[in-house]
């Protein structure tokens, strides 16, 4: 059962460490209208082969513009870009202070975290994890896409490993945007791996689990 914390600066869904000093990080970066509580159970599954791992997904900061219980990274309805891009570094700032404070609970440095997004979780996670200073281990993302290729490339810090995952028959991110991500990443001399699954939507298949936890087990 996921523990509720309120002591940090978001309101976060963790599970209660296996071992008595966590060795490593995880933080769960929700999509667009969700919450912390959706990602969690991915650490569940994930618990029993990874128990030196500490499991928090964060709720997004902001109240979603069309799920009145659900939570945002960035407004998705917006259209003026000055107002996303500003909701946007918010939230990575906030993101960025929450991640820091867990790192310090638990002294682990950056070397020991790792990222799982799905869908604007992945936009969030690949942001942070490209223009922070300290590089992470590692990005693992679902259904996701890079939301602003020149402020990446502009303020590119950070080659962490990362990961992409995207169903081929998704109609609310559609898979060639994890392809552009391949490309534009490529270029940048980043590594990455992608994987499309066949006939999948705007989700995360069984398969794509077992995929997630070899890859963080390969690199911790």
């Known amino acids: 059962m996921p523990l509720i914390e309120e002591t940090l600066n978001l309101k976060t869904s963790s599970l209660t460490q296996l071992s008595e000093k966590a060795k490593n990080l995880i933080v769960f970066c929700h999509g667009y209208g969700s919450d912390g509580k959706d990602l969690i159970s991915i650490g569940s599954y994930w618990q029993r082969f990874l128990p030196e791992f500490y499991f928090t997904s964060p709720n997004a ?41 867990k790192l310090e609970q638990l002294s682990l440095d950056y070397s020991k975290l790792f990222l799982v997004g799905f869908s604007q ?35 590119l810090k950070s080659r962490p490993f990362i990961f992409l995952m995207h169903g081929n028959e998704d109609n609310i991110v559609p898979v060639e945007d994890m392809l552009e991500a391949k490309d534009f990443l490529n270029r940048l001399k980043i590594n990455v791996k992608t994987k499309i699954f066949k006939n999948c939507a705007h989700s995360i298949p069984t398969q794509g689990l077992s995929l997630g936890l070899e890859f963080i087990n390969s690199l911790k």
Request: hydrophobic letters at 35%.
């Open 121 to 155: 979780g992945t936009m969030m996670s690949l942001h942070y994890a490209l223009t922070n200073f300290n590089q992470i281990k590692g990005v693992v993302g679902y259904s996701g896409k890079i939301y602003d290729k020149k402020l990446i490339e502009d303020n």
């Open 61 to 101: 900061p902001n109240n979603c513009s069309i799920n009145s219980l659900g939570f945002e990274w960035f407004d998705l309805m917006n259209n003026n870009e000055k107002d996303i891009a500003r909701q946007l570094n918010s939230s990575i700032l906030k993101l960025k202070d929450f991640i820091d404070k």
